[in-house]
């Protein structure tokens, strides 16, 4: 299924309110319903698994009565020494034993193969749920916490499906069934034994809400953790640079510390919530002993109803001390089911239109009409009533001081963002009239950052076009000027980069990353800073190669070296998110205003060629 069929679900599936202090009411319902849709595709599996329990959980109840007609049996037997009536039974014990044996893999197998099931499609799920969000989302959360609820929230849910669904099942039977056959074989015994009941259901409400908010709590300061860690370990280059390990582990060791803390507090809360449960059946067994003792005296039963009646309570203790242990993981795993539907339930805030208008054949006209912008936790607007055309193959270069606009303007074009007022068209379609999929499949971007992924040096410049040919990637390679240091590895395109390319140089990611683009043949172009930070023999090279890449494209630079601005059709110059100046180098030199003043101010008057605006 893909990412968005995953997030099909009922009616009732919006978010849920938090319901923590109340025990399964009707919001912690829906969201076992919701997981229950996951089960579908195994609706076959479940089935059998609930056939072995149901089998299962019948020879239990099977086994007291025969162990007690084995007492009686034997007991009878004893002074006639005939022991043909007790030697059918024994077979007949150990055959319930291995009916309930088969019956129990059977059962294993197929939760386990189901419960597998259910996290990864849950998994997949939420991943491609997550790359469908737009980037307003992943700038407001943190990696480690998404990622967490990929890992150890999955996880506490994948117990309930493989475990805890049987465990419902079988000891509901078993309870049923045992309470059943204490009033068969006493009534009397049977009302002695039943008092405890409520005190035990009282309880495991008390443990099961207790469970949950610890739970979750605890959920939470892991994923805090995760989050230090992951931004650590990406930048620990930076962190080394200026010692700031001893900062990142005292902040890491703090969360786990709280989670340790949080973690003893629920283990103090199971390790009392046991034993209680072990001291109220042992009393409950004394009592048995006790009153079942004088009514086989009284006559009232043999011996062997009283043995069986003592099996039976032992299941039927043992069904209420595991349906109180259920219900506290039921109510651990509603935490962590909650904000893995929380997080399917984010909307992205660049939605697809209903009705679609198609965008084949892109010349590459963009137009911005009256565009202004805020991102809504911040005050102020970034872009002010922004108005331009690029035409088809034109060079645009974009400069201006920090904060001007620049990145924000391109990044509209590609529609991470959508503008609060004007428009944004390609070839005179407005681009919110088409499907993002689509529209930024005419584009591409070289960023200042070059961000390549774990894996080989092929598989990264496939992301253009994954089912290009390798001869396209090393022509894509060639053009880009990469195929020589590529070609120098000993396992050449194939050479693992590690992670975000930790193991090329600058100009070499840089060089990777315009190959990329290179193959997906793109229309429109933005070149995000794309050589600033190499050096002055990395940035020829990669010039010449982004001299290719720019070729035939709509290009939209922003703040390149000079000799780049130099080359380009128009330079808009952006102050406090409007367009003040524009033209080409020589005219906005000539003309004395932002432009020529930001570059004399950087570089000094008669350094243009060595130069860059600033950004």
């Known amino acids: 299924m893909s990412g968005r069929q995953r997030r099909h679900r009922s009616p009732e599936s919006g978010a849920e309110e938090d319901e923590s202090d109340e025990p399964l009411k009707l919001g912690e319902l829906r969201q076992l319903r919701r997981l229950a849709w996951f089960l579908k595709p195994y609706r076959r599996r479940l089935a059998m698994a609930i056939g072995a329990v149901v089998v299962a959980s019948a020879m239990g109840l099977v086994f007291p009565l025969v162990i007690g007609r084995l007492v009686d049996s034997a007991l009878l037997e004893s002074a006639a020494g005939d022991t043909s009536t007790l030697n059918r039974i024994a077979l007949a014990l150990l055959a319930v034993f291995a009916v309930q044996a088969l019956f129990n893999y059977v059962k294993q197998y197929q939760l386990a193969a189901v419960g597998e099931g259910v996290v990864a499609d849950l998994r997949t799920g939420l991943y491609s749920h997550l790359m469908l969000l737009s980037v307003k989302f992943f700038e407001s959360r943190k990696t480690g916490e998404i990622t967490s609820r990929l890992t150890s929230d999955v996880a506490v849910v994948q117990t309930t499906v493989s475990q805890s669904i049987a465990q419902v099942a079988s000891q509901a039977l078993t309870l049923v069934g045992g309470v059943v056959m204490l009033f068969v074989i006493s009534a009397k015994l049977s009302g002695a034994v039943l008092i405890v009941l409520p005190l035990l259901i009282g309880a495991a409400r008390y443990f099961g809400k207790r469970l949950e908010k610890l739970s979750i709590a605890f959920q939470d300061r892991v994923a805090e953790a995760n989050a230090v860690a992951e931004e650590a370990i990406a930048g ?41 449960v072990q001291f109220s059946v042992f009393a409950t067994i004394s009592l048995v002993l006790w009153f079942g003792g004088r009514l086989v005296l009284a006559g009232e039963i043999s011996g062997g109803d009283l043995v069986t009646f003592l099996l039976y309570t032992f299941t039927v203790a043992g069904a209420i001390g595991t349906f109180s242990g259920l219900y506290g993981q039921l109510k651990e795993a509603l935490g962590s089911t909650r904000r893995i539907f929380e997080m399917l339930d984010e909307v992205s805030d660049i939605e697809d239109p209903q009705q679609a208008r198609p965008l084949a054949d892109v010349d590459g006209t963009v137009t911005f009409d009256g565009v202004s912008f805020a991102y809504s936790d911040r005050t102020g607007d970034v872009l002010r009533g922004v108005s331009l055309e690029a035409a088809p193959g034109e060079v645009i270069a974009l400069v201006g001081p920090s904060g001007a606009g620049k990145s924000t303007l391109v990044q509209l074009i590609a529609r991470f963002f959508d503008p609060n007022a004007g428009s944004i068209q390609v070839d005179g379609v407005d681009i919110r009239r088409v499907k ?120 939209f630079v922003i703040a390149h070296r000079l000799s780049t601005v130099r080359e380009a059709d128009r330079i808009l110059v952006l102050d406090e998110g409007r367009i003040v100046e524009e033209g080409t180098h020589e005219s906005l030199t000539a003309l004395g205003g932002l432009y020529a003043d930001l570059s004399e101010r950087q570089f000094g008057p008669g350094t243009e060629d060595d130069a860059s605006p600033p950004s």
Do not use: C
Not at 254 to 270: F, H, V
Not at 493 to 509: A, F, I, P
């Open 436 to 555: 993002v999929a689509e529209l930024r499949s005419h584009m591409a971007a070289v960023p200042q950052d070059t961000h390549l992924f774990s894996g080989s040096i092929a598989e990264n410049i496939l992301m253009g076009d994954a089912a290009a040919s390798l001869e396209a990637v090393q022509n894509a390679a060639i053009a880009a000027n990469a195929d020589e240091f590529i070609s120098a590895f000993p396992e050449a395109y194939d050479t693992m980069v590690g992670e975000r390319g930790v193991k090329l140089s600058g100009g070499q990611r840089q060089r990777v990353a315009i190959a990329r683009a290179l193959l997906k043949d793109p229309r429109i172009l933005i070149l995000d800073e794309a050589t600033s930070a190499l050096d002055s023999e990395s940035e020829a090279v990669v010039q010449d190669a982004l001299a290719v890449l720019m070729r035939g494209r709509t290009t």
């Open 236 to 276: 620990i280059r930076v962190v080394q640079w200026f010692g700031a390990e001893r900062t990142l582990v005292d902040r890491y060791s703090g969360s786990i510390a709280e989670s340790y803390r949080l973690a003893l507090r629920r283990a103090r809360l199971r390790a009392l919530f046991v034993p209680a």
